[in-house]
């Protein structure tokens, strides 16, 4: 009998794994649907610390998964990680918490012991800073977090901060520091060579997969969770050949990610009654909060075509160099509820090295959108909305950050690092468009050769090819054509979470407790970014880590307490 079955290796699920098998007398298992990314296997694209390849390789993502982003608009593609790793071997690297207050807000909607002042000593286990010391940072850690040396700033984020100095935005030191308004050059998770360390290589690296009480399959896909009655017992899964395969276990963990937790226990009769009653699905445990709850930080941007003397003379250095935290100061917002990252190049390929952008999304997004099962199929992804901008602040604060960009950007002494400017978004025609392949390099190669030369034609050629029509100033002067704009290009940051949130038994749309033990039922439990009551002001990758260091811990306080 396995003691604990880990169903998803992601960046909690690796960092659950390591913890929980560092006791040798329970036998850890752990199942992942897609490939194993090990020290050894990682192709160029994951180890590069310019991250802009690894989440348009489709063999890295779940490739059917869609989502709406806005009411207006259609569904288009979601890449979320399907590999060993999760997010973290496909992101962006950044390393960043968020505000002491967003932990402080989680035991506040009840997820009792979740405060800041829990929660720092696990940001701290989990790190070793190389930069900084002192009671906010640990030096120990799995995780190698440093900030890019300024000799490898680009020219053009060198002179955006030197431009939000000038406009009040005061330069600080330490992203991971005290909270407050102003720049930074970004904290970023990379090993010593400079490459990428998903939680699969720094947390499973070759001594703990080496442990005999530990057991890792990828390439399988869980069916379902086994209940004998209220209680799991392990689950089903189907191998890389087709065969199914079922394993027992005291102790099930959920940790699929914030899209596919919850549908896992959709799919395992934990949800809505009548949503699963109508599938035809058994319930388990009527739970109106699985897969409620849905959030992401609603993101917008703005972009320049660069000079030549303003490009980075180095491409494969990490492009989000920089960024700008700064307030909104809308009625009903937080300190520090906006986030800017300052990019030195726009894509991996000639079109976006010829751009810099400033990207902004909602640092504490208010707007909750949902997933649904499309069917009893449990390879049929679910219908997921995010419902960005439902709630009239977030619309609100992106309409604001466009307006800060452009005036950034506008600004006199950015005059020589950069060209025309314009409204930009990751749109399903920039994914498309980025994707490998000859026919799409022929066009990237034409579209950077016309913008080189194109003088003074460049401005209308950036708004017949690159735009299709839309111009920054006419939505700067037209409201109404701003909140259009916004409304129908509004992008997410990769950032789902919240649909298990923890909270208190008597909260209705609570599905777990503050160990992340799910309710209704035994001995299953869900550790990853769906569990976040709220979002953090924060990249979601370090708070994710995060989590699963103090799930571990606590899951082993339970464990020495059990008969």
């Not at 009792?112 to 940072?137: I, S, V």
């Not at 569990?531 to 370090?542: D, E, F, G, K, V």
């Amino acid at each position: 009998m396995i003691d604990y079955l880990i169903l998803g290796g992601g960046s909690a699920g690796c960092v659950l794994t390591a913890r929980l098998s560092e006791d040798a007398g329970k036998t850890v298992y752990l199942v992942e649907a897609g490939r194993d990314i090990s020290q050894r296997t990682m192709p160029a694209a994951i180890r590069s610390r310019y991250p802009g390849r690894a989440y348009l390789d489709t063999t890295n993502i779940w490739q059917q998964l869609k989502a709406r982003m806005s009411a207006p608009a259609a569904t288009r593609r979601y890449e979320q990680a399907r590999l060993l790793g999760g997010g973290s071997a496909i992101n962006a690297l950044m390393a960043n918490r968020g505000a002491p207050a967003d932990y402080d807000e989680w035991e506040q909607l009840g997820a009792h012991g979740w405060n800041w002042q829990a929660c720092l000593p696990y940001f701290r286990k989990l790190e070793t800073d190389c930069d900084f010391d002192g009671e906010l940072h640990g030096k120990s850690g799995p995780l190698r977090i440093q900030r890019t040396a300024w000799a490898r700033i680009s020219p053009f984020v060198r002179a955006v901060l030197d431009t939000l100095d000038k406009r009040g935005h005061a330069r600080r030191a330490d992203q991971n520091g005290p909270w407050e308004d102003g720049t930074f050059v970004g904290s970023i998770g990379v090993s010593a060579a400079g490459e990428r360390i998903p939680t699969s290589v720094c947390y499973l690296d070759d001594n703990v997969r080496a442990r005999t009480n530990l057991t890792i399959r990828t390439e399988m896909v869980v069916e379902r969770i086994l209940f004998e009655g209220t209680r799991a017992v392990g689950a089903r899964m189907i191998d890389r050949d087709g065969l199914h395969v079922e394993l027992r276990a005291e102790h099930v963990i959920v940790c699929a990610g914030a899209i596919h937790s919850p549908a896992l226990l959709l799919i395992s009769g934990i949800g809505p009654a009548g949503d699963l009653a109508a599938l035809g699905i058994e319930v388990r445990a009527h739970r109106e909060g699985v897969g409620r709850n849905l959030m992401e930080h609603p993101s917008i941007a703005v972009s320049a075509f660069l000079p030549r003397s303003a490009r980075t003379p180095f491409p494969d250095e990490h492009h989000e160099q920089a960024i700008v935290r700064f307030s909104s100061g809308l009625p009903g917002t937080l300190p520090g509820d906006m986030h800017g990252a300052i990019l030195s190049r726009s894509g991996w390929h000639s079109v976006g090295y010829r751009l810099g952008t400033i990207f902004f999304w909602v640092n504490k997004s208010y707007s909750r959108g949902r997933l649904k099962l499309k069917s009893a199929n449990p390879f049929d992804e679910p219908d997921v909305d995010f419902d960005m901008l439902s709630d009239a602040r977030d619309l609100e604060r992106l309409k604001l950050a466009l307006r800060f960009g452009a005036d950034t950007l506008a600004d006199a002494s950015m005059a020589s690092h950069r060209d025309t400017l314009f409204a930009s978004s990751y749109s399903p025609r920039v994914a498309t468009i980025a994707v490998p392949g000859a026919w799409n390099a022929f066009q990237r190669g034409a579209l950077s050769a016309l913008l080189d030369i194109a003088g003074p034609l460049r401005g209308w050629l950036v708004r017949r090819v690159v735009t299709r029509g839309v111009s920054l100033q006419e939505l700067l002067s037209d409201d109404r054509a701003m909140t259009q704009f916004v409304t129908r290009s509004v992008g997410g940051t990769w950032h789902p979470s919240g649909t298990c949130k923890m909270g208190a038994p008597d909260d209705p749309l609570a599905v777990t407790d503050a160990l992340g033990a799910v309710y209704g039922v035994e001995r299953l439990y869900v550790c990853d970014a769906s569990l976040m009551p709220s979002i953090p002001c924060a990249n979601t990758n370090l708070p994710t880590i995060m989590i699963a260091e103090r799930i571990a811990d606590l899951l082993r306080g339970e464990a020495r307490q059990s008969p």
